[in-house]
């Protein structure tokens, strides 16, 4: 097993570890998963695992702008503080992410990328920006797998007794991480999510 699929097997491992220590209650009222993806403000990137319910989004409906299902399908009107229950963060726990990292042909230290931020290093920041941004591309590609594999070994279906979806977004909804969601998920299973967004 090289770096990468040791990183994305312990992803795997601790979401479907966590989604089943979800309570009974909890998962009858869970609709959707939230892979939230985030790079470029720090020197690993970072991916943390969460869920909402129906019961929250009922709650937010009303506080949204456009009284419509915005409080379903914005991460900004989610469960916050339930993803930590989760325990999925792939940056916090790093270990297995530095590893990656470090045997990736776009390997840059921390010491480097910090550069990005010295005026002095503008020539190394510029290169040092281009390789985490490939490892930024290549992070997003290995969680589409995992969510890929929570589908296809049956870990979704068994949580919740059905499919659900499971979004993987940054913070801001566009093309390509609605594209991230759309192959991650069975066909159709993100359709309310994906037209949702691509309508506004």
Same mark, same amino acid.
């Given at each position: ?28 009222? *869970? ?7 985030? %790079? ?16 929250q989004f009922v709650k937010k409906q009303g506080e949204t702008h456009k009284q419509d299902d915005e409080a379903k399908w914005n991460y900004a009107y989610w469960l916050q503080d339930e993803a930590e229950l ?17 045997? /990736? ?40 797998? *995992? ?6 070994? %049956?870990?979704?279906?068994? /949580?919740? %007794? ?25 066909? %159709? ?12």
């Amino acid at each position: 097993m090289n770096e990468q699929q040791a990183f994305s097997d312990m992803v795997f491992q601790k979401t479907a570890a966590a989604l089943a220590g979800l309570s009974e209650e909890t998962r009858d009222d *869970v609709y959707a998963l939230s892979f939230w993806l985030s %790079g470029g403000d720090e020197w690993l990137p970072s991916l943390l695992v969460s869920y909402n319910t129906c019961q929250q989004f009922v709650k937010k409906q009303g506080e949204t702008h456009k009284q419509d299902d915005e409080a379903k399908w914005n991460y900004a009107y989610w469960l916050q503080d339930e993803a930590e229950l989760l325990g999925v963060d792939a940056y916090r726990n790093n270990t297995e992410l530095q590893a990656w990292l470090e045997n /990736t042909p776009f390997a840059y230290t921390k010491e480097q990328y910090e550069t990005l931020f010295d005026n002095d290093g503008e020539d190394k920041g510029e290169d040092i920006d281009d390789k985490s941004n490939e490892f930024y591309q290549a992070f997003v590609e290995a969680q589409i797998a *995992v969510v890929q594999r929570l589908f296809a070994e %049956g870990v979704i279906a068994r /949580t919740f %007794g059905k499919n659900i979806p499971v979004l993987v977004h940054e913070l801001e909804y566009y093309d390509v991480p609605l594209a991230w969601t759309e192959r991650a998920n069975p066909k %159709g299973l993100a359709d309310e999510f994906l037209s949702y967004w691509r309508n506004q």
